[in-house]
């Protein structure tokens, strides 16, 4: 089953945007703040959302909610756009299961070149002292 955000899990407003813009800067409000209460999404069975709910940990706002932010453009509709693709990428990087990582040994060959790359290192080490002149 596919992931949907309910328009009553979103929520949005436009401020103003920070850096240099103009005559416009202090009138217009092309930024977009967007709150997402991920606890509405649904098509998320858990691991998907324990996952979500690492991924954005630190983009969380006091109530629980996830804050995106997008002021790429200085339309706020595209930035609007843009920041519900954030969001819909963040959901669909946590519905990818992450592949368990299994043990392993190095090989008896991968050893011996390791120890042979060591040898090689100290011999070239060995020449890096002073010269000596007394011979």
């Known amino acids: 089953m596919k992931p949907v955000i309910p328009d009553s899990a979103v929520e949005w407003k436009g401020v103003r945007a920070s850096g240099p813009g103009g005559q416009n800067v202090n009138k217009v409000a092309s930024k977009v703040e ?6 509405q ?27 995106v932010t997008s002021q790429i453009t200085r339309d706020q509709g595209r930035n609007l756009e843009d920041a519900l693709a954030k969001v819909r990428a ?4 946590a519905l990818v299961v992450p592949k368990a990582r299994r043990a ?4 008896r060959a991968a050893k011996a ?4 790359e060591k040898k090689l290192d100290a011999r070239r080490k060995v020449n ?3 010269a000596s002149f007394d011979e």
Request: glycine content about 10%.
């Open 104 to 107: 392993t040994r190095p090989s």
């Open 90 to 93: 963040l959901v669909g990087q």
């Open 113 to 116: 070149r390791r120890v042979d």
């Open 128 to 130: 890096r002292g002073r």
């Open 34 to 39: 967007l709150r997402v209460d991920l606890s």
């Open 41 to 67: 999404i649904t098509g998320l069975d858990e691991g998907a959302r324990a996952r979500l709910r690492s991924l954005t940990a630190s983009r969380l706002d006091a109530s629980g909610r996830l804050l």
